[in-house]
């Protein structure tokens, strides 16, 4: 029978290094490798444990996993995040509109996001603080100072602590949304249109982001950058079947920006780059390894070009793939254990030589995936994920 012979952390570090390890690396509980809170109760209840459901993500409404859950899964990573600004009330706010019960939580950028009570699975954007910006009106807009010294209050006892009290891997909570927030500030359809009408107002708002996670970093990596192993940053690029806008414009204005971001990480840290892109991202490789990304994720194999074998033998030595265990859309929600467990051996088949490869599911689990598929998921990733097995 196969037996570990590394610490957590030892087996993640090789692996980021592609190096072959005992196993492979196994991954949970961030902002988009995480699990649902519906999908986390009836996980509790299948595996016969009786702990509160703690939010740790109000938008996505993603529950924090506990550390018996972790342990039970053979989990390698914890994660230690900063906190908001001082002075921000993120409370959310039950309010009524139109006959229905929302709850509303305004982000420190003021971009209002609300969740229906009759359907509380996640939070969409209802209020898109820049609508009707003009640069005026962004060059006077109260952007929250990434530099606050309050949002990291704390965390370099909290991240010493993992490092130096337990085995596992010290992982960032997600950063460096330089593009998203964009649109999230201006409104998809407008910053689309803003991409073709006005370029010059999105490169001053992209500053303006920019700005914020630049300042950021800053007192993160003062903070924290001798201790954390991955620090994960991301924007969506990508969707189902290719680019969500023209490369042409991403080189020339979105890239020169994240790449400004990624090697100010690596020139104040060891700790490896991880980005996150939904979609069909194929395009994309190339200008995030040039921006010194070494990790990507969520691999989201469903989409249009991205076959595993292919991405492993284009990509394999120069990038690390975090995710791309299991078709999360017309697998694991639907199939049977049994199923599941053979997804993800033939899967793991394609990742696992050479290393530079950590487990985890194409983006969070939702709701509606059985729990029973949650254990197979993970009991597939342990059995399989030893070299040599």
């Known amino acids: 029978m196969s037996r570990e012979t590394m610490t957590s952390r030892?087996?993640?570090?090789?692996?980021?290094?592609?190096?072959?390890?005992?196993?492979?690396?196994i991954?949970?509980?961030?902002?988009?490798?995480?699990?649902?809170?519906?999908?986390?109760?009836?996980?509790?209840?299948?595996?016969g444990l009786s702990e509160d459901v703690v939010i740790m993500d109000a938008v996505q409404q993603l529950a924090r996993p506990s550390e018996a859950v972790l342990e039970r899964l053979h989990v390698d990573t914890r994660y230690v995040a900063a906190g908001a600004g001082e002075g921000f009330d993120g409370r959310i706010i039950t309010r009524v509109r139109d006959g229905r019960t929302w709850h509303d939580l305004t982000d420190e950028f003021g971009v209002t996001w609300s969740m229906p009570d009759d359907q509380q699975l996640y939070m969409d954007i209802s209020h898109h603080p820049l609508a009707d910006a003009t640069m005026d009106d962004l060059r006077s807009y109260p952007f929250p100072r990434g530099d606050d010294p309050?949002?990291?209050?704390?965390?370099r006892d909290r991240a010493l602590a993992i490092r130096r009290d337990t085995p596992y891997a010290v992982v960032s909570g997600i950063s460096g949304v330089?593009?998203?927030?964009?649109?999230?500030?201006?409104?998809?359809?407008?910053?689309f249109i803003d991409m073709t009408t006005q370029p010059a107002f999105c490169e001053a708002l992209l500053e303006c982001t920019l700005k914020f996670w630049m300042d950021w970093f800053r007192l993160f990596l003062d903070e924290v950058g001798d201790v954390v192993d991955v620090i994960m940053i991301g924007d969506d690029i990508a969707g189902q079947s290719g680019p969500l806008f023209r490369p042409d414009f991403y080189r020339r204005i979105v890239k020169p920006r994240q790449k400004q971001l990624a090697q100010f990480i690596r020139s104040k840290t060891r700790a490896k780059v991880w980005y996150h892109t939904c979609g069909s991202c194929v395009t994309y490789l190339p200008d995030?390894?040039?921006?010194?990304?070494?990790?990507?994720?969520?691999?989201?194999?469903?989409?249009?070009?991205?076959?595993?074998?292919?991405?492993k033998e284009q990509f394999g030595k120069q990038l690390v793939f975090w995710g791309g265990a299991i078709d999360a859309q017309h697998v694991l929600p639907t199939a049977s254990p049994q199923e599941i467990r053979e997804h993800v051996r033939r899967n793991l088949e394609v990742w696992k030589p050479?290393?530079?490869?950590?487990?985890?599911?194409?983006?969070?689990?939702?709701a509606d995936v059985p729990a029973a598929n949650i254990e197979a998921l993970y009991d597939a990733a342990y059995e399989f994920g030893f070299y040599g097995s």
């Not at 030892?10 to 690396?25: F, G, Q, S, V």
């Open 178 to 191: 330089v593009y998203e927030t964009c649109w999230y500030l201006r409104g998809l359809e407008q910053w």
């Open 288 to 311: 995030l390894i040039d921006n010194g990304v070494q990790i990507i994720n969520p691999v989201q194999i469903s989409a249009t070009n991205m076959d595993p074998a292919t991405l």
């Open 150 to 155: 309050a949002r990291f209050a704390g965390i």
């Open 354 to 366: 050479g290393g530079g490869y950590v487990f985890n599911n194409v983006h969070n689990i939702q």
């Open 27 to 47: 991954d949970l509980g961030g902002n988009q490798t995480g699990i649902h809170k519906v999908a986390y109760r009836n996980l509790l209840k299948h595996l």
């Open 10 to 25: 030892e087996r993640l570090l090789k692996a980021l290094n592609h190096e072959e390890t005992d196993r492979i690396p």
